[in-house]
């Protein structure tokens, strides 16, 4: 039981570039989640999925999309990186909507 | 503009002291979570606390919460160096939006 597991650990990008951040789950949870974490400042909601088909804006979805592949799979997509899109991205699950999370270890993006 | 904040942003004691976090929010919530996270790792889960509830318990940790207030506090008792971290409050609200909020966090340093 691996948990929610994220690909790559670690990513560089130049300015223009695109990629995927890819998220997975094996609790068979319903929700599912992206934020970016700053230097010293909490999580910030980028998309969420409360269920498989769905997707939902969270507080900072500019510049990037997602995908709800499967009920195990949540990707994250950068069109065209910027560098403020620099960070820490974190994926996580929840049985349902408001209930406890379960994190992966996160994926930091460097654009250059 | 995030729902929780932690006060104080960071807090410095010595192992086997307490350590007392606190958390205000904006808005009427269904519940509150508070989270851990290690340097450079993802968040992981301590407690939640339902807004008909008033204290729990869990090991060394202790949660308060004062809906009429809208605060909560974290008690980390017999505090141990491997209790260094960063501490999130989160909370959902009752205005329909299936997620959680997550505030800037208190970054607990304990001295040897």
Redesign the interface.
Known sequence: NAG?TQTPKFQVLKTGQSMTLQCAQDMNHN?M?W?RQDP??????IY?S?SEGTT?K??VPNGYNVSRLNKREFSLRLESAAPSQTSVY?C?SSVG??????????TRLLVL | SQQGEEDPQALSIQEGENATMNCSYKTSINNLQWYRQNSGRGLVHLILIRSNEREKHSGRLRVTLDTSKKSSSLLITASRAADTASYFCATDWRGGAQKLVFGQGTRLTINP
């Open positions: 929610v929700s989640y934020y010293g400042m909490g999580l910030r909601l969420y409360a939902d969270g507080e974190f996580a909507n408001q209930e406890t999370q379960y994190f992966g270890p996160g």
